[in-house]
């Protein structure tokens, strides 16, 4: 099905056909329950070098994902379960965009590169990413200066309170 990707809440697929279903899901689920930051992510895609990469990420809710951009590469996602609040920023870190993600609303967001952005997990989500390959390692994402490595600032967390209401 998988082997590791190198970090402990990475995989990547094995198989040249995939199907995907609710089985499926569920055991990404119990990967993520196996490392600390209950996350997971799924590389569909099993070579680093291919033109598109696919993914389905499990993040657990509250997970920090911290504000960045990719300046090479678009970036599309869509909600297969549960509730997210997007935010989008300009490049001084003033949120420009915010919005709920599920699936009886906005279940897909695309961005173009360069937009920095955050993903805020309201519960458990499941998410299928597509981005542009290949993968650049530390050049694929970078994060403004203004951004913590471990915490929103005020006025995401009065976003985030507001999403729960």
């Not at 992510?41 to 993914?55: A, F, G, P, Q």
């Not at 001084?92 to 599920?102: Q, T």
């Amino acid at each position: 099905m998988y082997r590791p990707g190198g970090k402990d809440y990475l995989y990547v697929n094995d198989n040249s056909a995939l199907k995907i279903n609710k089985e499926y899901i569920e055991q990404l689920k119990i990967l993520a329950q196996k490392n600390s930051l209950k996350k997971s992510k799924m590389c569909l895609h099993n070579d680093i070098r291919k033109h598109v990469h696919e993914m389905i990420n499990v993040f657990p809710e509250g997970a920090y994902v911290r504000p960045h951009f990719h300046p090479l590469k678009t970036e599309t996602q869509v909600i297969i379960e549960g509730k997210m609040l997007m935010i989008v920023f300009d490049g001084a870190g003033k949120i420009v965009d915010n919005f709920i993600m599920e699936k009886d609303g906005i279940f897909m967001f695309r961005l173009e590169k360069g937009m920095i952005h955050t993903n805020i997990p309201l519960s458990d989500v499941v998410i299928y990413e597509v981005t542009d390959g290949p993968f650049l390692g530390k050049d694929d994402s970078v994060f403004p200066e203004w951004a913590s490595e471990t915490e929103y600032g005020d006025e995401i967390k009065k976003l985030i309170n507001m999403a729960r209401q």
